[in-house]
């Protein structure tokens, strides 16, 4: 009965891993932001921070698009 909603999920196991992975870095970033806007001494530091798990984002939205490219994932245009 579930055979129809299975053949709709990605065929990698490896996207779960990488928006896992992306989640824990916009809360890390989430909790940054609260940190600079909080004020304080360290503005520089969780500027800096931000920046850093910014870039981290970056390279898991790279690998996420590398992977969706290289496999048929029917609900998706990718267009």
């Known amino acids: 009965m ?3 909603f299975r053949a709709l999920l990605p065929r990698e196991d490896k996207f779960f ?3 896992e992975r992306h989640s824990r870095i916009l809360v890390a970033g989430a ?3 609260q940190k600079l806007l909080d ?3 360290n503005v520089e530091r969780h500027c800096r921070e ?4 910014e870039d981290q984002a970056d ?5 996420v698009l590398l992977a969706v490219r290289k496999s048929f994932i029917t609900p998706f245009d990718r267009g």
Do not use: K, P, Q, S
């Open 31 to 33: 909790e940054a932001l």
């Open 17 to 19: 891993d990488l928006f």
């Open 39 to 41: 004020g304080g001494e």
């Open 2 to 4: 579930l055979n129809w």
């Open 50 to 53: 931000i920046v850093e798990l």
């Open 59 to 63: 390279v898991v939205t790279r690998e």
